[in-house]
């Protein structure tokens, strides 16, 4: 169907909201508690739009489009509640946007670029509140927490861990774990879908804190190298340091729809650890091991497959491949012992 | 699984049984309990522990150890006793129906209460659910594999299913849920003994024949030996030489001091890995690989489906891919491989693997693609069996209640169970390189509240588990999800391998061993 | 702790509702209850373990509602003394600093010895007889000075004194406080007597069309403040949609200034019900909830009896009437969030549409109606909707400076000024009165010279009728400060949900503190017209708009006062 934008004629999906439609042709509206995956909540009221033969400000997350409806996004009406509701949240919490981790991706940090503010303009004291630092690998700093819900929305109701909660109401109102518990005692399972919700930087990776900002990062896809779900890796990688800053997982995913467990956002240590082999090892007679070039090891491999091939036999040398390797690799692996050894002794752990 | 996972919230009922699903498949248990908290969806939980699913679930109930053909025969008795059975289906789709249903005429809620512990008026109730639900299906991992009777159990499920008609659609299907990151690839890549790729069978002339062509050589027609077998022939000295390429077996095989021996007496251990693991530290050549980061290709979840990976960082030192160092070894040992990359191998894979015959990089996309997938123009299967079994009728099997080979007793009169936790993976290759994941999990044994007390032991305590192969030290974590009579241990960690413990005894086919039972005792340190 | 017998007693009245969650509310005042007025996280989260909700879900309702004492202790008398406008223009604050001083405590303590907590509240709608306080369950009005050291001395000596109200009341239309002066009139006898049930009887001769086209016709607009047809919102109920229908009674009577609900509930529960019983039969309802702000509790238990009295007598005969206490929450009048709070949930309002006739409680379709919308219903099919519309009765509550603050029973269309003579006249030298209840806009005394009480009049003057709460202000009073306290208690009744009611209520509060102060500039006061100017119409729920409106024309209309106190 079509719609008017600001006066120029768009295409939009019935079903679609407003906000959908806009986003969808590159049409900015700002948006702070609405995501995809736990819809429209209708809390931050800072994507408000008017709309031809309604009254006063709609909400375009909300609002479902209608053939011929006429929406302005930035009428002076607008862009005064916008820059309202913006103000009084740089106002009212600790938006520093010098050292934190969201700098660069933050949802807040975007919207007040859009309205042209540099900071809040309502200076009547700022509330302190609560850094949690007690959970393993997530970071919960309450003074930038916008209390959008999201968070809320995706523990009880995507990946329904079922941990976090409002608690208060009015300004007071803040996320709860438990029975407001620190993060790390309460039931938390540290899935971090939390982390990659938030819109601000209220709640982010504690390993990745400090290692490289949004913009430095290459985002490259991949899939958990852990259980057999297959949940869809979005891996941020420093290239020039070669290191994975942090693990998201992919929203819209057809597996795991951006959600992950612990191990898989979290749980990357072992691809940059230090005791990782560098070179192939041979035994010494003693037991030890030394370092071997590949020529050297690869040598003395097939010389002495040879030798028990042609001393007892293909059937006295046994393959096993991997259910941590790629298809491809599982498939030169048993090529190699059905082709070239010649035998088919080869099997995995499925069943272990 | 015959079903997809995005699918999963347009079951009815679902059956969960031999899966901890929020400790082993979290992601997959987020869907679920979605399901079940958002959606239409019914859980059942039948577990010996009370699982966290078991909070989500219309009904749980505990079992002992290893009784799953009895309760799923039970369900069974119950469901054709009442009427509840899909009459159409069986005609029209399987055949051996008479024979099941004489078979399970004796499973009365009774006699199955007697075998499992579960309450038959339990029973009644979930055959109720399960066999009056429009759309129903059923999950498990290895709490129905790893046992000695794990292709009785297998078969079991998958009679359930036909008799209710939950096979062939949306929302049903016999759904186990593996494991590892590639553990369907690798079977689906002739990673198996008697199967070249996509389950072409080892033997079968024109298979032989094709394979022969493709490759160029003449090929063995005899089936290889099972991994658990091949323990057994290197420790009688008639295996010569091992090839492992990023498995721990020193962790995960079951009676780990059979294990070592057997890897100790061999001529020659080559392993393959990222790091130098406990089977590693046995190998007179060790080969340095890659991780999931370092390389492109593609793993093959557990739903068929088929995803790319692609290179983020750059592999330490000269570590390689796996296929490099395969290809090295191929042309030193006379071919001549010219692999440049993971694609081009994949190419060769779609030419003599026929469910993956469709697929190629640029197919595989965003979404990737569920085999099979024969052709260019096929969009992939997730749900398979519609219309019709792959093998053309759905065959029912009668199958008799078998105890475990080792039950408990005087001297060993408690349940050994294991399995996974969340926080860890595996033989912690990968898990336990985290100091995070370290912290939040180390090893530990569940203990019932019951048998904790009765030997005066008090949570974070040090307990003794101790069984017929081994014993370990460990800390107790008394928990009343544990039911009296069962003690868990989780098998990631070498300091308190639970793989001590557990007994080499393999079913028969599918040379599983049967981890989920056997028989121990607990004792205070 | 809680006990086994608090345990069964939660799982029993669970059963009561299609959802079990919905028994939160009453099950965490059943634990705090039984455990010394306090409610302890752990008891929070046993109540969340025996209904099974999460603990996160049950310690963020007991956090959200004001009557869940979610700390270590609380006295063992928790005297709650109500400040809002009505009740600070008739000396409760006064009350609050004697208080103070003989307890030695500020609000907010508990006295040493564990013997008296001291709190300032919000409204208890108690507006007609003011200074009031609430001594754990029991309302005390009409406090003095002297009232107050005799209530303390007695509690002093353990005894918690009989409660007593005494009400200025008159009705010119005899028909919600008909039964208003009768002995025992809460009994189904007395009201049986008195023509009571007679309109169900009459009613059961009806097609659900034929009521509700007669609730269409009388134009009855909704009488909880928003002046909706309660007709016309009838008529949004989908045809055929195979769920079931829920009617719920909105007597969560909290507006500032609003206590005419009461008065119904209080006095004549069975012409509620009878309401209610008409009303359900016509939207095709078999369970209907009035919800009860937490605070009437003993009210709530006349409503019990009667309802127990009126299933007895076979009144309710393929229906149930569940009273759902509140807990404590100004924002639960909003429809949407009162369906919230009986779920089980923080009330917080939901964005609409949906609205709740399509799909409200339990996601059915839900029709929330006024206690006196309902109570007026007998009226109208007795009577017929042409003698309805010929009178169109209304309870007026007028408190603040009278000399006789009470309901009053007029018709719509009474002129302002014949009202406050009912209620005794003006004490002192009238300067400006709020007529439809806090949130809307105040009137100066000129603009209330010619005003007449029906909805077009107020909307011409740039008010509304509201709720019919009104709140007359002498020259006594400073406006910045009642604007302050007008916004303290919005700030207070904020639910937190949305961006600009949750930091621009706070906000707002903070400048008018500081302008009060004597510390505030022209900027400061551009910033409360800022705040009050952009919020109106952009909250997710009518609380934005509740104190944006009034705030805005307090500054526009008392200008001066304010910039008297500005340092520029």
């Known amino acids: 169907m079509q719609i008017s934008m600001n006066g120029t004629s768009i295409g939009a999906k019935p079903g679609q909201t407003i906000f959908q439609a806009a986003r969808d042709n590159g049409i900015f509206i700002p948006t702070l508690c609405y995501h995809d995956k736990v819809g429209a909540a209708g809390k931050c009221r800072v994507c408000v739009v008017e709309i031809e033969g309604m009254n006063g400000l709609q909400t375009s997350c909300s609002v479902e489009v209608r053939e011929g409806m006429r929406i302005q996004t930035r009428t002076e009406k607008v862009i005064n509640a916008q820059k309202l509701v913006v103000d009084l949240l740089l106002s009212t919490g600790t938006h520093d946007c010098i050292a934190c981790d969201q700098n660069g991706k933050c949802e807040l940090q975007n919207a007040a670029y859009y309205l042209g503010l540099e900071r809040g303009s309502l200076n009547y004291g700022v509330p302190e509140k609560d850094m949690d630092e007690s959970s393993e690998f997530v970071f919960v700093d309450r003074n930038k927490c916008i209390s959008c819900g999201r968070c809320v929305a995706a523990c009880n109701g995507t990946v329904v861990n079922e941990v976090l909660d409002f608690k208060y109401r009015g300004n007071k109102v803040d996320i709860a774990f438990d029975d407001d518990l620190p993060m790390g005692k309460s039931s938390c399972v540290q899935c971090g879908e939390c982390s990659q919700i938030c819109p601000v930087g209220a709640i982010t990776d504690r390993n990745s804190r400090g290692k490289a900002r949004h913009w430095e990062v290459e985002k490259v896809y991949s899939v958990c190298p852990y259980c057999g779900v297959g949940c869809k890796l979005e891996l941020h990688v420093d290239r020039k340091a070669n290191k994975i800053i942090r693990v998201n997982g992919v929203e819209g995913a057809p597996t795991n729809d951006g959600m992950l467990c612990v191990k898989g956002r979290y749980g990357y240590d072992f691809v940059g650890h230090e005791e990782r082999l560098r070179n192939p090892l041979i035994k010494n007679p003693d037991g030890t091991f030394r370092d071997a070039s590949w020529d050297e090891a690869i040598d003395l491999v097939s010389r002495k497959f040879f030798e028990i091939k042609s001393k007892h036999g293909a059937d006295s040398i046994m393959g096993m491949c991997s259910a941590k390797a790629t298809n491809e690799e599982n498939y030169t692996f048993q090529k190699l012992f059905r082709q070239v050894i010649g035998t088919n002794n080869i099997d995995h752990c499925a069943r272990l | ?525 | 702790m809680i006990s086994s017998q608090i345990s069964t007693r939660i799982r029993e009245l669970a059963k009561r509702y299609p959802q079990k969650e919905s028994v939160l509310l009453p099950a965490l005042m059943l634990a705090q209850k039984e455990n010394k007025n306090v409610l302890s996280k752990q008891d929070i989260g046993n109540v969340a373990d025996i209904i099974g909700v999460t603990h996160s879900k049950a310690y963020g309702v007991a956090t959200f509602y004001t009557m869940y004492n979610v700390k270590d202790m609380t006295g063992t008398y928790h005297i709650q003394v109500d400040t809002n406008i009505p009740a600070t223009l008739m000396g409760a604050k006064k009350i609050l600093a004697h208080l103070e001083r003989k307890l030695g405590i500020k609000a907010g303590q508990t006295t040493p010895d564990g013997l008296f907590t001291l709190s300032e509240v919000e409204c208890l709608a108690s507006c007609g007889t003011c200074p009031v306080i609430q001594v754990n369950d029991v309302y005390y009005e009409n406090l003095t000075i002297e009232k107050t050291d005799a209530l303390i001395d007695s509690l002093r000596k353990g005894v918690m004194p009989d409660r007593k109200t005494e009400y200025f009341w008159g009705t010119t239309c005899n028909v919600l406080l008909k039964n208003r002066g009768l002995e025992n009139s809460t009994s189904i006898g007395v009201y049986r007597k008195n023509g009571g049930y007679k309109a169900l009887e009459k009613a059961r001769t009806m097609s659900p069309e034929q009521i509700a086209l007669a609730v269409k016709d009388s134009g009855i607009k909704g009488r909880g403040g928003a002046g909706f047809p309660a007709g016309l919102k009838w008529s949004f109920l989908p045809k055929n949609h195979g769920k079931p229908v829920y009617l719920i009674c909105n007597a969560d009577e909290g507006e500032p200034g609003t206590y005419k609900d009461r008065q119904i509930m209080e006095y004549d529960p069975h012409l509620l019900i009878e309401g209610i019983a008409i009303s359900a039969s016509a939207l095709g309802c078999k369970l209907a909830f009035i919800y009860i702000r937490g605070e009437f509790d003993w009210i709530a238990d006349i409503l019990d009896k009667a309802i127990d009295e009126a299933k007895a007598g076979g009144q309710l005969k393929d229906m149930d009437i569940i009273v759902h206490r509140g807990a404590g929450a100004y924002v639960c009048g909003e429809e949407t969030a009162l369906i919230e709070s009986i779920e089980g949930k923080r009330g917080q309002p939901r964005i609409k549409p949906p609205f709740p006739a399509v799909q409200g409680l339990y996601g059915c379709p839900t029709i929330v109606n006024n206690v006196e919308t309902l109570a007026s219903v007998p009226f109208i099919i007795e009577k017929g909707a042409d003698e309805f519309r010929k009178i169109d009765f209304k309870i007026f509550g007028i408190s603040g400076n009278v000399n006789k603050p009470g309901c009053y029973e007029y018709p719509i269309g009474t002129s302002f000024k014949d009202l406050i003579a009912a209620a005794g006249g003006v004490k002192g030298k009238l300067k400006a009165a709020i007529v439809g209840g806090l949130s809307v806009a105040i009137l100066k005394a000129d603009e209330l010279e010619d005003l007449v009480m029906d909805y077009e009049s107020c909307a011409r003057k740039g008010t509304a009728l509201g709720s019919g709460g009104i709140i007359v202000i002498n020259d006594e009073w400073s406006i910045p400060e009642l604007a302050l306290r007008s916004m303290e208690f919005y700030a207070h009744e904020s639910c937190g949900k949305c961006t600009p009611c949750k930091e621009g209520s706070r906000i707002t509060v903070k400048i008018l503190e500081k302008i009060l102060k004597g510390q505030g500039t022209s900027a400061d006061l551009a910033n409360v017209e800022r705040l009050v100017g952009t919020i109106k119409g952009l909250t997710l729920c009518p609380v934005g708009e509740a104190f944006s409106t009034p705030i805005r024309a307090m500054v526009e209309k008392f200008r001066p006062e304010f910039e008297k106190l500005l340092t520029n």
């Open chain 2, 1 to 525: 699984m015959t079903n997809d996972i995005a699918g999963l919230d347009k079951s009815d009922v679902a059956l969960i049984i031999g899966s901890d699903t929020s400790e082993a498949h979290p992601v997959i248990a987020a869907r679920l309990k979605k399901a079940a908290r958002k959606g239409k969806l019914k859980i059942i939980v039948i577990d010996p522990k009370e699982i966290r699913m078991a909070d989500y679930a219309e009904i749980y109930t505990c079992q002992r150890p290893g009784t799953d053909v009895a309760v799923l025969n039970g369900m069974m008795h119950l469901i054709i006793k009442n009427g509840w059975e899909d009459k159409k289906f069986i005609e029209e789709r399987c055949e051996g129906y008479e024979a099941l249903k004489e078979e399970v005429d004796k499973f009365t809620p009774e006699y199955v209460e007697r075998i499992s512990g579960i309450p038959a008026a339990t029973l009644e109730k979930i055959a109720e659910l399960f066999g009056k639900a429009e759309t129903a299906a059923l999950y498990y991992a290895m709490g129905i594999t790893q046992h000695t009777t794990g292709i009785d159990n297998v078969k079991s499920t998958a009679n359930l299913q036909m008799l209710c008609g939950n096979m062939g659609k949306v929302g049903g299907g016999v759904n186990p849920l593996r494991g590892q990151s590639n553990v369907q690839g690798a079977c689906d890549m002739g990673g198996l003994p008697n199967v070249f790729t996509a389950y072409q069978k080892v033997g079968d002339a024109p298979v032989q024949e094709k394979f022969e062509r493709f490759w160029g050589v003449s090929l063995s027609d005899k089936p290889g030996i099972p991994m658990t077998v091949a323990f057994d022939k290197a420790y009688d000295g008639e295996m010569k030489a091992f090839y492992i390429m990023g498995e721990n077996p020193m962790i995960s095989d079951p009676d780990l001091h059979h294990a070592e021996a057997a890897l100790k007496k061999l001529e020659f251990l080559v392993v393959e890995d990222i790091f130098l693991t406990e089977t590693a530290k046995l190998a007179d050549v060790v080969l340095p690989a890659s991780t999931y980061a370092e390389k492109s290709g593609t793993f093959t979840n557990t739903e068929r489906r088929v995803q790319l990976l692609f290179e983020a960082v750059k592999a330490p030192g000269e570590a390689k891919h796996d296929w490099q160092i395969h290809q090295m070894l191929a042309n030193k040992m006379g071919q001549n491989w010219n692999f440049g990359n993971a694609r081009e191998i994949f190419e060769e894979i779609r030419k003599c693997t026929p469910s993956y015959a469709g697929m190629t990089y640029e197919r595989l996309g965003f979404n990737g693609l569920q085999w099979p997938c024969p052709t260019e123009e096929h969009p992939g299967t997730p749900v398979l069996h519609i219309g019709k079994f792959t093998r053309g009728l759905g065959l029912m099997t009668a199958i008799p209640f078998k105890a475990p080979a080792e039950m408990p007793d005087a001297d060993y009169p408690l349940y050994l169970t294991t399995g996974r936790i969340l926080q860890q993976f595996h033989t912690g290759t990968m898990s336990r390189k985290s100091p995070g994941l370290n912290n939040l999990a180390g090893p530990h044994a569940m203990i019932s509240v019951q048998d904790a007390e009765a030997i005066g032991v008090k949570n974070s305590e040090k307990v003794k588990v101790t069984t017929r192969r081994g014993s370990i030290v460990t800390t107790a974590f008394i928990t009343k999800r544990c039911p009296k009579g069962t003690v868990y241990v989780p098998f990631h960690f070498a300091e308190a391998p639970a793989n001590a413990l557990t007994i080499n005894a393999l079913d028969p086919v599918a040379k599983i061993p049967e981890y989920k039972v056997c028989a121990c005792k607990i004792e205070k340190v």
